[in-house]
């Protein structure tokens, strides 16, 4: 029998969830919850209701493990904890200094109900959780850098966007070249924030507004802007509908340490992404969780966990037995 | 009190692992155990004990986890399922073919004696075991690919030394850039064996015998070097102990995948390592291991575990509450 899947909130990341478990054949779409009226709603699966969320608790015994699509600002620090008094969930909460409140919220729900919660799946946190915590264990004496990019931020494209004299924007995240190379060679160099990343600024302005103000106003804006080293192009609506529609992401995670009596070695491991679409990317992880989530509720195990407390092998359609001949 | 650690055999692995060990301070070194004259054997660490492979049982309550540094081929098969019985106990078996059978045996040992058995521990198998996982679960359609190098492949190594006429050599194994850029970009490219790797051997000829013939017997070799593009370089022993006594190894691990309801989004997930010591690196894996047998034992847990079966957060001597909080 299938894993019965609820998708809890319908955007990007929704439908990527939609899309992914259209990949995954031990995985079947049972129905997706919106604040919407559900009747103006059309999904891709046809097996699949629409529901008001609202009506999620009606839905307990049908759905194995809700994934939750909605936003880490307001949306999840309400719904995964109440999520979890009714289901298995799992969410993509990437807030990464409420975390732990989360976590606990999360975890007393579930024990509660006797449920279990994976939380900040994604690829940060989650895929770069790993990659951070494998490679710290493993290099203990080193150091660890992240870089993001090339990609469109979704927060400092609002941010653009509430520029007055502001249409539309868009902004990319750019690693810099030099300082990937830097830590790549082994120097473990000390970075400054501008040093790591520049950022790319796509605006379309509104007729007669002060470009020079509005470039400025954006690149002396106060934790978005006025660390990097901040590029910003006018371009028309047009031009932004054509080139910069898509929501690219990626990254690299890299350590550097060293082995050896007198510390005499280098060694480098490297995780990177190179990601067309950010939400399909986080759906894929979601959706590989949700499986780990399921297995895990039929062994018993209750609460809230994270990447870091979840066995790979829960995560593959494969038995043990599968995996070690194929892929260890 | 510190994880009390046990060496069993003491070579290039083994005092890889004693250097590691150094650089973890919630462990300690009690004894290193070899199958030459104890007497013999000078080791860096002054706490610890040298004692003879045949006093290992004596040892049996004074160390929580044996690390094996033995050999695949002869070595682990055998001490593997044998140490289990008596420690619990990490290895770095890495005989792909025979890992089902490596399993079994350790596995029916821990089961008896109540410990925990953590095989093919490393970096292939081992990290590289779990680049394919976690890639392959998250992007389901898709294909993976290994490469392996630029490094010293000892296998290939000591197939040289065995040709007529040789006295010494070592080989590389290189990743085709090309083939590597092709894969980056997504293509999911067929790629031959010849098309992913070259060979470059550096090759000590005896005096006086024929380099053409030596040139051609290692490029004819089957399975070894005939089918990939191999280059001999003879140099003397000199240049050979100058310039290629090094250990150095790594590799990458990609997986290139779609997503989308119409596959329209390409996505690259690239695991690499680039390392001045393999046996250092593996080392350090190994000890990291050590940690979560330790740990899984203190839960009662027993039996056979391979990477994939245990949850990153046990590697870790940081607390569920510190990762959370700066790791995640």
Known sequence: MAIRIGIYGYG?????????????????????????????????????KVLSVNDCESMKDQIDVMILCGGSATDLPV?????????????SFDTHANIPTHFDEVDAAAKAAGTVGAISVGWDP????????????ILPEGESYTFWGKGVS????????????????????IPVESALAAVRSGAQPKLSTREKHTRECFVVAEEGA????IESDIKNMPN??????????????????????????????IRSGVSGLNKENKHVIEYSLKLDSNPEFTAGVLVAYARAVYRLSQEKVTGCKTVLDIAPAYLSPLSGEELRKTLV
Not at 26 to 47: G, H, N, Y
Not at 225 to 248: C, M, Q
Request: with cysteine; glycine share 8%; charged share 20%.
């Open 12 to 48: 990007n990341l929704g439908r990527g969830v939609e899309s992914s478990i259209m990949q995954n054949p031990d995985m079947e779409l049972v129905a997706v919850f919106t604040r919407r009226d559900p009747a103006s709603l059309q999904i891709q699966t046809k097996t699949a």
């Open 79 to 91: 719904q995964s904890p109440k999520l979890a008094s009714m289901f298995n969930i799992v969410d």
């Open 126 to 137: 989650g895929m770069f959780s790993l990659a951070r915590i494998y490679s710290s264990c």
């Open 154 to 173: 979704q927060g400092h494209s609002d941010a653009i966007r509430r520029v007055p004299g502001v249409k539309n924007g868009k902004q990319y995240t």
């Open 210 to 213: 002060d470009l020079a103000k």
């Open 224 to 253: 978005y802007f006025a660390d990097y080293d901040t590029t910003v192009h006018f371009i028309s609506e047009e031009e932004l509908e054509k080139n910069h529609s898509g929501i690219p992401h990626g990254g690299f995670c």
